[in-house]
């Protein structure tokens, strides 16, 4: 059976974004980038909300083909054209793009399924409203947060509407010489 793993990026006060959606704030380098290469060469499934799919959608198919691209970009630019991916959203139409599933109203009974016909990982990436909806039908499996060393106040939470506690096993750190550190943990079920 697959699982979902939330990858994500947070202030160290728990917010995925800034209230206008804004993740200037974010750290990459190429430290992240060859960790973050490494972790996702483990997978051939993505899944995304609308919004991130069309962000992503609108730089990597074409990121690693550029003149100026860089290392990462190659990289992840090849994984994300091979990748199957997955998409929430009520109003994309599915035929619109390559390789890719959009999953309507009835998301939790299909991600269910998808889940028992994968065996491997399906990374949920960003799309914080996605991983709230998959958070409160309990199928997100691990969650790996890259914790950026900036306070942000207030803007879109990376955990919301939890309704019950929920025990977590740590699997993973990694601090990076940025400050940034990742958190490698598994729902306990």
């Known amino acids: 059976m697959g699982k979902i793993v939330l990858f994500m990026h947070q202030s160290l006060d728990g917010f995925a974004?800034?209230?206008?959606?804004?993740?200037?704030w974010i750290h990459v380098d190429e430290e992240i980038f060859d960790f973050v290469e490494e972790r996702i060469g483990k997978t051939d499934t993505a899944i995304y909300g609308r919004k991130t799919f069309e962000m992503m959608e609108g730089y990597w198919p074409t990121a690693g083909d550029e003149p100026d691209a860089s290392k990462h970009d190659k990289v992840h630019s090849a994984w994300y054209k091979k990748a199957h991916k997955v998409v929430l959203s009520n109003t994309?139409?599915?035929a619109s793009f390559t390789n890719t599933t959009v999953?309507?109203?009835d998301y939790?009974?299909?991600?269910?399924?998808?889940?028992?016909?994968?065996?491997g990982e399906m990374?949920?990436?960003?799309?914080?409203?996605t991983a709230h909806a998959l958070l409160a039908e309990n199928l997100i499996d691990e969650c790996w947060l890259f914790v950026n060393p900036v306070?942000?106040?207030?803007g879109i939470p990376v955990f919301k509407g939890i309704k019950q506690r929920q025990s977590l096993k740590l699997l993973k750190t990694h601090v990076f010489s940025s400050g940034v550190v990742c958190l490698g943990h598994e729902v306990v079920r």
């Open 123 to 129: 990374l949920l990436f960003g799309s914080p409203s």
């Open 17 to 24: 974004a800034g209230t206008k959606g804004e993740m200037n």
């Open 151 to 154: 306070l942000l106040g207030e």
């Open 103 to 105: 999953i309507g109203k």
């Open 108 to 119: 939790a009974a299909a991600l269910r399924k998808l889940k028992q016909e994968t065996t």
């Open 92 to 94: 994309l139409n599915q």
